[in-house]
């Protein structure tokens, strides 16, 4: 992107539906998928569309988007169905494996014909990539066994209303090394902020994308730290962010990671050891009492239901760029 062109407009006109930016790449299969100036020109557009909703009111007239969820939802699911509806689009869903009743080739190959873009919810990383060499509409990944890129868009969005900048700024995960961690920290490190995990052995994230994460770290100037000492992590954080111990999927091993975890609770006492004014984070749903106390997930410094409304704006403004 070119930023002294960008500069040179109103800033009002950077948004308008006929001119938003569109990305470089055809799917968001993974956080990296979106180059550094994307995810910056997104955050900003999110904002622009909280706003002024009313703006992109019909910028999806006449398109829609297919939803594939092999796994149950809340948040991404309604986000989705409603940034569609309300920009003037439709949304169709299906619900349940994916590529057992018919192959899923066969499946990517009859939705590319029906819809403008298709959005995924799936178990396996490999599912995403496979949709994505059959269709020739746009796939988003809506969480998979590697990547949550849609929450983790979200999340840097809230962390900037709440602190203005992005860059320099900590943010600590306590818990599993997961698809959360991972899309978190490759998105946090390349706007430049430092980011930590404390999680117990045998629970790391994949070296790869630590590996992915370090480089761009070297470039933004951020510093990445793996801990297995929550205390450590969470020192001098801005946000402290947490996620369920056993995810969907994970049911059969919820004892065994209930004990893994079990010095990885965010409670009072260990949210203290964070800067002052730090906030606490949940991509939800959330299990009280598990990884996060019930006085921390209500307490004033809480923004779990601001990132959950945040997820409408940031995946508005993906499928603004993606699709329009």
């Known amino acids: 992107m070119n930023k002294d062109a960008v500069e040179a407009k109103p800033m009002a006109s950077l948004f308008h539906p006929d001119q938003v930016l569109k990305i470089s790449g055809t799917d968001l299969l993974c956080d990296l998928d979106l180059t550094n100036d994307e995810v910056a020109y997104l955050l900003d557009l999110a904002s622009h569309v909280k706003r002024a909703p009313k703006d992109y009111a019909q910028a999806f007239a006449g398109k829609s ?10 948040r991404t699911k309604l986000t989705f169905q409603l940034a569609i509806g309300q920009m003037g689009g ?34 396996a990383q490999t599912t995403v990539e496979e949709l994505a060499h059959w269709s020739s509409v746009p796939i988003i990944n809506a969480l998979s066994d590697a990547y949550h890129p849609c929450q983790a868009l979200a999340d840097v969005l809230t962390i900037r ?20 961690a991972q899309s978190l920290m490759l998105t946090a490190v390349r706007l430049g902020m430092d980011f930590a995990l404390g ?15 370090e480089g761009l770290a070297a470039v933004s100037g951020a510093t990445i730290q793996i801990t297995h000492d929550a205390g450590t992590a969470i020192d001098s954080a801005h946000a ?7 995810s969907m999927g994970q049911e059969q091993e919820a004892a065994e990671r209930k004990k893994a975890f079990h010095n990885y609770q965010v409670n009072e006492e260990l949210f203290s050891q964070a800067r002052p004014d730090a906030v606490f984070m949940h991509c939800l749903p959330a299990k009280r009492g598990e990884e996060v106390t ?31």
């Open 161 to 180: 209303e709440h602190f203005g900048s992005l860059a320099g700024r900590k943010l600590a995960f306590i818990g599993d090394g997961n698809n959360v």
């Open 65 to 74: 988007i297919g939803m594939l969820f092999e796994k149950p939802s809340l």
């Open 240 to 246: 402290v962010y947490t996620d369920v111990w056993a």
């Open 294 to 324: 019930d006085s921390v997930m209500e307490s004033s410094r809480s923004v779990v239901f601001e990132q959950a409304e945040n997820r409408l704006h940031a995946q508005k403004a993906l499928l603004l760029m993606m699709l329009t």
């Open 90 to 123: 439709d949304s169709v869903f299906c619900e349940g494996p994916i590529g057992v009743r018919e192959p899923l080739k066969d499946i990517a190959r009859n939705l590319d014909r029906w819809v403008n873009g298709i959005v995924a919810r799936v178990y």
């Open 199 to 213: 999680c117990p052995q045998g629970y790391l994230p994949d070296p790869d994308v630590v590996a992915q994460a």
